[in-house]
């Protein structure tokens, strides 16, 4: 399995700033994923990461509100911009694992609160 | 979009018990995957599964990948409180989006010791 690490882990944010979290991957990867997890929710995509292409946001989710970076094969940044108290939840990073059979693994995930 | 129905959404049984828990969905998967998350962590992936009707198991977990590829189940033999978490099934299609991963809505998994 790979191991995937964010940062920060957790954070309390003021309404109307933004804050980058970061993804950083034990190997190189074609695609990473974000996922949000609202509160006792479950996992819904955000968007895919490609290196050197501009990420692919699924459906109800703007490059504008939550732009991401991909500069490498190994690291990735989300970030959410003008938070509003609806944007806390927990928002995870994953990757494929290297055997390409389909499964997924994730990093421990960033517990965002917005007040 | 896709939508994985996950049941039961909740349960709380004794230190010892085993436990099932399942999902359905209206549409094929190549994949299913079955994730545990522990409270302020990611989900842990505990058992893959590719082919229909393949049934897996690690450790005290076992898994099948339903012969209509719609369905799946995790089962738990004697439970201990470690096990207490939230419990997701995850399909992963094949169609052209196949890196794709649909979640269910979770099962909360209560042990009392």
């Known amino acids: 399995s790979a191991v995937i690490s964010q940062k920060p882990s957790r954070d309390i944010c003021q309404r109307g700033t933004s804050l980058t979290i970061q993804c950083q991957v034990d190997?190189?990867?074609?695609?990473m994923f974000w996922y949000r997890q609202q509160p006792g929710q479950s996992l819904t995509l955000i968007a895919t990461?490609?290196?050197?292409?501009?990420?692919?946001?699924e459906s109800g989710f703007v490059i504008d509100k939550f732009p991401i970076s991909r500069p490498n094969l190994t690291f990735s940044t989300l970030t959410v911009s003008n938070m509003s108290p609806e944007d806390s939840s927990i928002y995870l990073c994953?990757?494929?694992?290297?055997?390409?059979?389909?499964?997924?693994?994730f990093g421990q995930g960033t517990r965002l609160t917005v007040v | 979009g896709q939508q994985l129905n996950q049941s039961p959404q909740s349960m709380f049984i004794q230190e010892g018990e085993d436990v099932s828990m399942n999902c359905t969905s209206s549409?094929?998967?190549?994949?299913w995957l079955w994730y545990k998350q522990d409270p302020g962590e990611g989900p842990v992936l505990l058992i893959a599964?590719?082919?229909?009707?393949e049934l897996t198991s690690n450790g005290r977990l076992t898994a099948q990948f339903g012969i209509t590829r719609k369905d799946s189940f995790l089962n738990i033999s004697a439970s201990i409180p470690s096990d207490v978490g939230i419990y997701f099934c995850?399909?992963?299609?094949?169609?052209?989006?196949?890196?794709?991963?649909?979640f269910g809505k979770g099962t909360l998994l209560t042990v009392n010791p």
């Open positions: 990461a490609n290196q050197g292409s501009e990420a692919t946001y």
């Open positions: 995850a399909g992963r299609n094949s169609g052209g989006s196949n890196y794709k991963l649909t």
């Open positions: 599964l590719y082919k229909a009707g």
């Open positions: 549409s094929i998967f190549n994949t």
């Open positions: 190997s190189q990867v074609t695609m």
């Open positions: 994953s990757v494929e694992g290297r055997r390409g059979f389909g499964e997924a693994f």
